[in-house]
């Protein structure tokens, strides 16, 4: 086993954060018994102050040849918000069709959660977003520009291919050992009654027809937010388009103890999958050693599950808390250690158990 890996440390602390993800993998590798080569990239807000480059083609198709991409954090205080957004990010996520966005939610103990008296057994579900259309397609317009009757629409792309695939997805991660048989769509049945009769009822055709074991389940997106917060235990898996999906993910972000720890892939199940931490550059803790790297230590997690090895996947989760254990906080400057000791902790669990 052997697999070809990109690397995109980006901005600010991103490459401290993936530098102990890397350090991880190593272990884990070891371990498990595969090797790997590993492909530096240096996109972003340097690279595009320097040359005016974010994501050229050539990179992408490069990009797209990659097992797995291991990506840390893109955004500079001298870079104009948007820029690296949609000529990194976004142009990664649309040119390798990576459709969906799994964001697992899952409480670890010994982390502080705002969500009183709930603990790791209510706090423990699985986000997929559709990560290519939606709102997120760019397409609309305005009218009269500039003037008192200016008009801009932002519309929201919905194809049945498009829904089907991500849904199709959901339902296959609801089936997965570690899963509890329950699918959650989340939508807004009763106002969007365009974009979300065609989600229903690709949702309903799906299940009925291909996994008729899983438990169907709905919510509105107003309400689910409000679920997150009172019952976050009825939660499995839960599939939304791009919009929702984007601002429901930060809610649980928070419910399961923070950016620094929340991590995500951005998958084409026939293609390759980027994997990150949800956090951004976070350019004031640059290069003091302070920044917490569990998150991006949870994405190569992720990414060895991506890669056909769950198992390594559980070692990196049990060494991260292990390390939580030995923690003061999560919080960047407060974690009673360096961002190379926590590395140093998961490390060490991965590699002897
Ligand atoms: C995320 C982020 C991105 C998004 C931004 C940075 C474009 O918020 O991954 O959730 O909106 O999808
Ligand atoms: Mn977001």
Redesign the pocket.
């Known amino acids: 086993m052997h697999y070809d890996i990109a690397v995109l440390p980006g901005d600010g602390t991103g490459p401290e954060v993936v530098a102990e993800g890397l350090k991880v993998l190593a272990a884990a590798a070891a371990r498990a018994g595969f090797t790997y080569d590993l492909t530096h990239y240096d996109f972003g807000a340097e690279r595009y102050l320097r040359t005016g480059e974010t994501l050229p083609d050539s990179a992408l198709d490069e990009l797209r040849g990659h097992d797995a991409i291991f990506l840390g954090a893109i955004g500079h205080p001298d870079v104009q918000p948007g820029i690296l ?1 949609q000529g990194i ?2 142009k990664a996520r649309f040119g390798l069709d990576l459709y969906v966005n799994l964001r697992p939610v899952k409480l670890y103990p010994g982390v502080w959660t705002p969500v009183k008296d709930k603990g790791p057994a209510d706090i423990d579900f699985v986000v997929v977003r559709e990560n290519t259309e939606g709102l997120y397609a760019s397409t609309g317009g305005f009218l009269k520009k500039g003037t008192p009757d200016e008009i801009a629409v932002q519309e929201s792309v919905n194809t049945r291919k498009g829904a089907e695939r991500c849904i199709r997805y959901a339902y296959k991660y609801a089936q997965r050992p570690d899963r509890h048989g329950k699918l959650t769509l989340c939508g807004k049945t009763n106002v969007l009654t365009y974009a979300w009769d065609l989600w229903w009822r690709t949702f309903n055709e799906v299940g009925e027809t291909e996994f008729p074991e899983i438990q169907r389940d709905y919510s509105h997106v107003d309400a689910i937010v409000m679920w997150f917060v009172k019952n976050p235990e009825w939660f499995d898996v839960i599939v939304t388009d791009n919009m929702f999906g ?1 601002i429901i ?1 930060d809610l649980a972000a928070m419910i399961q103890g923070g950016l620094g720890i929340a991590a ?1 892939g951005n998958i084409n199940p026939e293609g390759t999958g980027m994997f990150e931490p949800m956090g951004g550059s976070a350019p004031k803790y640059q290069g003091q050693n302070v920044i917490n790297p569990l998150a991006a230590i949870g994405a190569a997690g992720m990414m060895l599950d991506w890669l056909g090895h769950p198992e390594a996947a559980r070692w990196v989760e049990d060494g991260m808390v292990h390390a939580i254990s030995k923690m003061e906080s999560l919080a960047a400057g407060q974690m009673g250690m360096g961002t190379s000791d926590v590395g140093d902790l998961v490390a060490q669990r991965v590699a002897n158990g």
């Open positions: 957004e990010l976004l984007d993910t995500g």
